[in-house]
């Protein structure tokens, strides 16, 4: 088995676990067998181009997603996007924290704002 296909297989089982959708449903939005999902899982079969653009579009993604490995995500991603990603994250948490105070002292005069940075 290719590293190629060990990547398919990876990426199919996660996204289909973060959508909560099972072989039989994936297969029903790709409009193919969910016995074939079940072996291109297994590691039997290999989809054809105009398979994986099907299975693709029923997980959500572009194709070539389907094939990336880890390095691959983290490359394409760029260096900063740890860091973006970061700074939305605590931009969130600043901002729900600020409705969570407001909502435990409604008489307070304060009023959310932008986080600072």
Known sequence: ??????????NMKRRRRLLAISQ?????RAEISAGYVGE???????PSPEILM???????????RLLMGPDDVADA????AVYDAAGKIRDRIAANLDEL???????S???PGKPKR
């Open 1 to 10: 088995m290719t590293e190629l296909h060990r990547n398919l297989i990876f």
């Open 24 to 28: 039989m449903q994936l297969a029903e």
């Open 40 to 46: 291109v899982e297994l590691g039997r079969k290999y």
């Open 54 to 64: 099907r299975i693709a579009s029923a997980l959500g993604v572009r194709p070539y």
């Open 77 to 80: 991603a760029g260096a900063d």
């Open 101 to 107: 105070m407001l909502s435990l002292d409604p008489d």
């Open 109 to 111: 005069p304060k009023k």
